[in-house]
């Protein structure tokens, strides 16, 4: 398993380990690993931030629900002080429409934190040019930006011309690559992008997925299926969360990610105090310099 939620102990086995003999250095072992957990505890609350993960709200010119719904996300992460921006990861538009994209600035431009947004493919497959309506609202279809010295890159994967397909197109991978290029291999990543990094989703998923590996990627961010799902772009991580619309329980919600001492994902209920702990992966310093001409992305774990 390369993700977990936690580990159990068995106390019998520690009986069974340890021998009347070795009690004292075991006891002084204690006191040294409570040292070093109090030491780190106080480190990870130091370096560690929180934000906020949106995505596919599918706003609407004649239904006004889903807007209602996003309004109430906007309040519920502007209550929450813990959390320090704000990503959204495209569909935000169900017909790619200027009036909606235009709501949807209105409605986030309300936040307190700041918040950073791309295309989805309802977003870009009406317009001629991919992106053409998206950034005659939002200005740019990608962003990139250092927090806390992690850099956080989002950018399209959706194609115009009525296309609902996914690609990355040549133009937009030469962004990519830039701004790679500017982190470094050192630099902590998070990609983010709406389409899963699979090849039925985009079509040159394997060349973007090989110009991440040679980089310092902890994990691939998106949306589209509009549940939680975990993917295994090889061996980078890829986390899909959920709609913010209702979803067949009628609960809308948005992801809330910890990055500390590993990353925790958690889903938050619009219409609760609590979120749930659903996701855990560790931080991941990468091996440089590896690719394969056969990159591929498989299902490690799905919860709807």
């Avoid at 998206?134 to 990139?144: A, I, L």
């Amino acid at each position: 398993m390369l993700y977990s939620s936690g580990i159990n102990t068995n106390q019998s086995q520690i009986n069974h380990l340890f021998s009347v003999k070795r009690l004292l250095y075991f006891f002084d072992f204690l006191i040294v690993v409570c040292l070093t957990a109090t030491t780190s505890a106080q480190n990870e609350g130091a370096s560690s931030f929180r934000f906020a993960l949106v995505t596919d709200t599918h706003l609407k010119q004649l239904d006004s629900r889903n807007a209602t719904v996003l309004r109430k996300a906007v309040y519920d992460i502007n209550a929450q002080k813990e959390i320090e921006f704000v990503i959204v990861a495209g569909d935000i538009a169900d017909k790619g429409d200027q009036t909606s994209m235009r709501l949807v600035k209105q409605i986030l431009d309300s936040l307190r934190v700041p918040y950073h947004i791309i295309p989805g493919n309802h977003d870009t497959r009406y317009c001629t040019t991919a992106t053409g309506t998206f950034d005659s609202v939002f200005v740019e279809h990608h962003f990139s930006f250092t927090h806390r010295n992690y850099r956080f890159i989002g950018f399209n994967t959706g194609q115009g011309g009525g296309l609902n397909g996914g690609s990355v197109m040549p133009e937009e991978l030469a962004w990519i690559q830039s701004q790679l290029t500017q982190a470094g291999t050192q630099q902590p990543i998070f990609a983010i992008t709406h389409f899963p990094l699979l090849d039925i989703q985009v079509t040159n998923a394997v060349e973007v997925i090989n110009t991440l590996l040679l980089y310092n990627i902890q994990a691939v961010l998106g949306g589209h299926y509009h549940r939680n799902a975990v993917f295994d772009y090889s061996g980078i991580p890829g986390v899909l969360t959920r709609t913010l619309q209702p979803n067949i329980m009628g609960k809308s919600g948005y992801s809330v990610i910890e990055v500390a001492n590993e990353i925790r994902f958690f889903e938050k209920d619009i219409d609760k105090s609590t979120s749930t702990l659903w996701l855990t992966l560790p931080l991941n310093p990468k091996t440089f310099g590896k690719t394969t001409e056969n990159a591929k992305s498989e299902v490690h774990h799905t919860i709807r």
